[in-house]
């Protein structure tokens, strides 16, 4: 009965918050998605937009390079021939990629799959439905379903093989009479006085090549080596994820992942295919074991196969005898940090990381290039490569409501689902799990904020301020005594110390103040004998 009233006093409260919340959050996403509207309206050009001086090979025949062919970079070469560019896309590596991570789309991220014209590359690829997680602590079991109920029936997510879904992308993208795909190793940049011009890059035998175009974007993924000509690169790596594939056995909820937390490690664990689960356990960055010596090996039998799921046990142990199928993944976090260079634009995981465990990372970049296909579409010409540039800044501040959400909840998450023997960090996971299971408003808003179909930064203060709440109010009952008040202080204190230095670096400002960011109202540029910006 207690509980109930301070959940009672904690809705009243947090609905007046939500409230301010939700207004200036609509207020800003309707002005943000009008300025994309009015942009995406205007008719791309079908004539030569590149100014076609000097004698350069590749000079005049191509509008836009596009460094790498991942997820971003191939559904961006797709858009972009759609739209009448003439692009060229160089990957490293055009054999069919081996990940372990990079295997979940989120709804929010099927929408803009849809948007781009290419939720066909998710057929044909044995890709499963998914419609969200049953989370497992101490014996509970706490079901967290994708907010679906307004959409059509094909709307969901979609598990599936990385290196499946990246090949129908690649395949779509290639078949546009305009768009060239072809495999090299990009080695660096051409610079011409503060401009990118083009980039170097190897062919596969091994020969050094030249390309052209007023407008690069680099987009080559975690492990990009031109980041640093880009941003300012701050890479973290809290946790690496250890993966295996399970076979001949299925999860409890079909159509449902699950989540495990338990001591030492979480695990993660969802389906990629109608005959295979992919097993994620999330191991500590200073406590990770050998491979080679046996030691992780090890590991899993003796610490985390005790923690799996019954009905997964015996699949379990048997993945980790198979040869080969334990492998390693660093779970990198870094934050955008970009700075305008003319004639290039960062895009990607090549530009913003967030951490693995919730698999958001192809929905912020599908949400980015449905955000830079449009920008680019009323451009008739990219060769004033200073004053694209400095149109072009909006997109840092446009991407915000998607990125931003997606990597704190990612980043926050791992932290509250790696609660160690803490018994603050303890108390903060299980205050999460039981605002879950509150249901309505509070379990349907934060469950929106994870499938990517309310991608909020609003919304995620809310629902922190929510759970804040609820917190403090479990620790206090019956009575607030002095020994509760010290308790309410300390989960206050662990909860500010995970969350607010992650809104720190993805920009307080850009979250939730972007009306104030004068990039926010850069307007497309009429013609390229407009003066320099920079005069």
């Known amino acids: 009965m207690a509980e109930q009233y301070i959940v009672g006093v904690g809705a009243v409260i947090a609905s007046l918050l939500g409230f301010l919340f939700l207004y200036c959050n609509s207020l800003i996403r309707f ?9 995406a309206s205007m008719e791309f050009p079908k004539g030569n937009s590149v100014n076609k001086t000097g004698n350069s090979e590749g000079v005049g025949t191509t509008d836009i390079i596009i460094v790498g062919a991942g997820v971003a970079g191939a559904a961006l070469a797709y858009s972009l021939g759609k739209d009448g560019r003439r692009v060229r896309m160089i990957e490293r590596d055009l054999n069919m990629p081996n ?3 990079g295997e979940l789309l989120y709804p929010g991220g099927y929408i803009k799959l849809i948007e781009l014209g290419l939720e066909d590359c998710v057929d044909e690829i044995d890709a499963q439905q998914f419609l969200g997680y049953t989370l497992y602590k101490d014996g509970k079991e706490t079901l967290v379903s994708y907010p679906l109920e307004k959409f059509q029936s094909h709307i969901s997510g979609r598990t599936s093989h990385n290196g499946r879904f990246v090949q129908r992308l690649r395949i779509k993208a290639a078949s546009l009479h305009n768009v060239t795909l072809e495999q090299g190793t990009v080695t660096s940049l051409i610079e011409d006085n503060g401009i990118v011009k083009g980039v170097h890059y190897k062919n596969k035998s091994g020969q ?3 390309a052209y175009a007023p407008l690069t974007i680099v987009c080559d993924g975690c492990f990009s080596n031109l980041r640093r000509s880009l941003c300012y690169p701050k890479v973290d790596i809290p946790s690496y994820l250890v993966g295996l594939t399970l076979t001949n056995c299925n999860l409890p909820k079909k159509n449902y992942g699950a989540i495990i937390l338990g001591h030492p490690s979480p695990i993660i664990l969802y389906p990629v295919s109608s005959t295979e689960i992919r097993c994620m356990v999330d191991v500590p ?3 990770v074991p050998s491979v080679s010596n046996g030691e992780m090996a090890c590991y899993l039998k003796t610490q985390v196969a005790p923690k799996v799921l019954p009905e997964l046990y015996n699949s379990f142990m048997s993945a980790i005898e198979k040869k080969g199928n334990i492998r390693i993944m660093p779970a ?3 934050a955008a940090a970009p700075h305008l260079t003319p004639g290039a634009l960062l895009i990607g995981d090549a530009l913003n990381m967030r951490h693995a465990i919730t698999g958001g990372g192809m929905t912020v970049a599908l949400s980015d290039v449905v955000i830079l296909r449009d920008l680019l579409r009323p451009l008739h010409d990219l060769s004033d490569a200073f004053t694209i540039s400095k ?5 840092y501040t446009l991407r915000k409501p998607m990125s931003s959400t997606i990597n704190i909840l990612a980043n926050v998450l791992q932290k509250v689902f790696s609660a160690s023997s803490n018994p603050a960090m303890e108390n903060l996971q299980h205050t999460f799990l039981g605002y879950l299971r509150l ?9 929106a904020m994870l499938s990517g179909l309310c991608p909020s930064p609003l919304s995620l203060a809310f629902h922190f301020f929510s759970i804040a709440i609820y917190g403090v109010g479990r620790l206090l009952l019956p ?3 002095p020994k509760r008040l010290w308790d309410g202080a300390k989960f206050l204190w662990v909860a500010s110390s995970i969350l607010l230095p992650y809104i720190y670096s993805e920009g307080i400002r850009q979250m939730f103040f972007p009306l104030t960011v004068p990039a926010y109202y850069r307007t497309p540029p009429e013609n390229k004998d407009k003066k320099n910006f920079m005069h």
Request: charged fraction near 25%.
């Open 479 to 481: 009575f607030p005594s």
């Open 391 to 395: 149109y072009l800044e909006s997109f």
């Open 31 to 39: 002005r943000g998605l009008s300025k994309l509207k009015r942009a």
């Open 285 to 287: 960055s200073e406590k």
């Open 99 to 101: 990940r372990i991570v």
């Open 332 to 334: 990198k976090i870094m």
């Open 439 to 447: 249901g309505g408003m509070f379990s349907y808003g934060a469950s």
């Open 208 to 210: 050094v090549l030249t």
